[in-house]
């Protein structure tokens, strides 16, 4: 049975938006080989089993070029097409950039954007011999605006939208199709995760993640070039991003992603 299921790849799964995101493939029949940086992705795995399909975990550190290939040869070992991708792994880091340690900032770089593009190269050069396929790059509304507070983390998404949506033009005659999932602050760890709980916006009501996930799923079905994550809110934020001047944005977010202790 599970060799007449397409297989899709989830970066990122253990929890959070990407186990939803899995979760959304499983109930669409596809079976998932998933990573994460941790044993919760094992946990992860008997979730999406759970929903009747199969499910291949994988534990590898995102942050480095062996983990993110790691977890590709682990893949291709299943010698099976990758029909469909996400790349959601991802980390962020609060506090004034003054006072944040270069290590973790770095290692923020490392996984939003190196291991962004490591496993897009892997999953590209698989993709596109076989004349089809579907990535899913998660980014972020922050990519839309300036993040005092989070200085290193909205630019580390900027990059994944824009690769996202330049990487889909150069694969237009491909088969292959590129959708960016922009979500807005979901209910998730990420930003306790981050540091930033004394934070209003680690405090604020935050969007559904499984309406989040159900949105990038269906954009990515429906070959969207991007969508944004959550209610209508969130929506209309990222449309006044559009023409709200830059200086105006980054005041705003300094107010919400300022510590408080």
Do not use: C
């Not at 959070?16 to 669409?28: D, I, R, S, V, Y």
């Not at 062996?66 to 790349?87: M, Y």
């Not at 980014?139 to 949506?165: H, L, R």
């Not at 990515?220 to 959550?230: C, I």
């Amino acid at each position: 049975m599970s060799e007449q299921r397409q297989l899709a790849l989830i970066t990122g799964a253990s929890s959070g938006l990407g186990l939803e995101l899995a979760k959304q493939f499983a109930q669409n029949n596809y079976d998932i080989a998933l990573s994460g940086s941790s044993d919760r992705i094992f946990e992860a795995a008997d979730t999406i089993r759970d929903l009747g399909v199969e499910a291949y975990p994988h534990k590898a550190d995102a942050a480095t070029y062996d983990g993110v290939e790691s977890f590709w040869n682990f893949v291709s070992e299943l010698k099976r097409p990758v029909e469909a991708t996400v790349l959601n792994v991802g980390i962020g880091l609060g506090g004034a950039f003054t006072d944040t340690d270069l290590d973790d900032e770095l290692k923020l770089i490392s996984i939003n954007i190196s291991g962004t593009v490591h496993m897009a190269k892997r999953v590209v050069h698989h993709m596109v011999p076989n004349g089809r396929g579907r990535i899913l790059i998660v980014s972020s509304i922050s990519a839309t605006q300036p993040t005092p507070y989070e200085t290193v983390y909205g630019p580390s998404k900027a990059f994944g939208y824009m690769f996202a949506e330049s990487l889909r033009e150069e694969l237009r005659e491909t088969g292959v199709t590129v959708t960016a999932l922009l979500p807005g602050a979901t209910d998730t760890n990420f930003h306790s995760n981050a540091g930033m709980d004394s934070s209003d916006i680690g405090s604020s009501e935050k969007n559904d993640k499984e309406v989040v996930a159900k949105q990038g799923f269906e954009a990515l079905m429906n070959d969207e070039d991007h969508v944004v994550g959550g209610d209508e809110e969130t929506k209309q934020q990222a449309e006044d991003n559009r023409t709200t001047p830059e200086p105006v944005k980054a005041a705003n977010h300094a107010k919400k992603a300022r510590l408080q202790n």
